[in-house]
T-cell receptor, first 113, second 112 residues
Framework: QKEVEQDPGPLSVPEGAIVSLNCTYS??????FMWYRQYSRKGPELLMY????GNKEDGRFTAQVDKSSKYISLFIRDSQPSDSATYLC?????????????FGSGTRLSIRP | DTGVSQDPRHKITKRGQNVTFRCDPI?????LYWYRQTLGQGPEFLTY????????KSRLLSDRFSAERPKGSFSTLEIQRTEQGDSAMYLC??????????FGPGTRLTVL
């Protein structure tokens, strides 16, 4: 079993819909949670960073962490075709330890105009 | 463009050849990372520099792989005696803090 599980998709939704992307994990020591967006043939781009449990909002994006269920989510409101990309979750138990950041395999998202 | 740059963007080589990739980080970033990403997977950590010091190395970094950051600015990743299993996207990232890394566009390596 992988430490971080992410549904690969593809997930296709109409423009304007609310998108929910999720990751589950097995290591209860994870405290730092990140979401990256990766366009085709590009490097990942950090979207959201959260510490421990709770919600964090940034524009149309909301990150949610439920440590009791070992489950994190990224919500995208009013989705746009430009949101079409692969979304990667990442998490770590240790602050400032690059080798300990574990990435999910990514969910491909397509927003239909 | 003041982002992370990588060169070349694509490299096709024959098995057994050596290849070298270059990464130029964002100028004020003292931390630099190398990752490998295969199709349908997330990035896997390879190595990390703080300034010119290589502070962390993954077990994925076999003795055929070597990375340098001689003056704490740009970095190179060399793969000797390439194998078909080395085919992947090699990503470089830089940061001030480990949690907010800025990735470059990657170098796609194909080993024939």
């Amino acid at each position: 079993q992988k430490e971080v599980e992410q549904d690969p998709g593809p997930l296709s939704v109409p423009e304007g819909a609310i998108v929910s992307l999720n990751c589950t994990y097995s290591n209860s020591a994870f405290q730092y949670f990140m979401w990256y967006r990766q366009y085709s043939r590009k490097g990942p781009e950090l979207l959201m960073y959260t510490y421990s449990s709770g919600n964090k909002e940034d524009g149309r994006f909301t990150a949610q962490v439920d440590k009791s269920s070992k489950y994190i989510s990224l919500f995208i409101r009013d989705s746009q075709p430009s949101d079409s990309a692969t979304y990667l979750c990442a998490m770590s138990a240790e602050y400032s330890s690059a080798s300990k950041i574990i990435f999910g395999s990514g969910t491909r998202l397509s927003i239909r105009p | 463009d003041t982002g992370v740059s990588q060169d070349p963007r694509h490299k096709i080589t024959k098995r057994g050849q050596n290849v070298t990739f270059r990464c130029d980080p964002i100028s004020e970033h003292n931390r630099l990372y190398w990752y490998r990403q295969t199709l349908g997977q997330g990035p896997e950590f390879l190595t990390y520099f703080q300034n010119e010091a290589q502070l962390e190395k993954s077990r994925l970094l076999s003795d055929r792989f070597s990375a340098e950051r001689p003056k704490g600015s740009f970095s190179t990743l060399e793969i000797q005696r390439t194998e078909q299993g080395d085919s992947a996207m090699y990503l470089c990232a830089s940061s001030v803090t480990t949690d907010t890394q800025y990735f470059g566009p990657g170098t796609r390596l194909t080993v024939l």
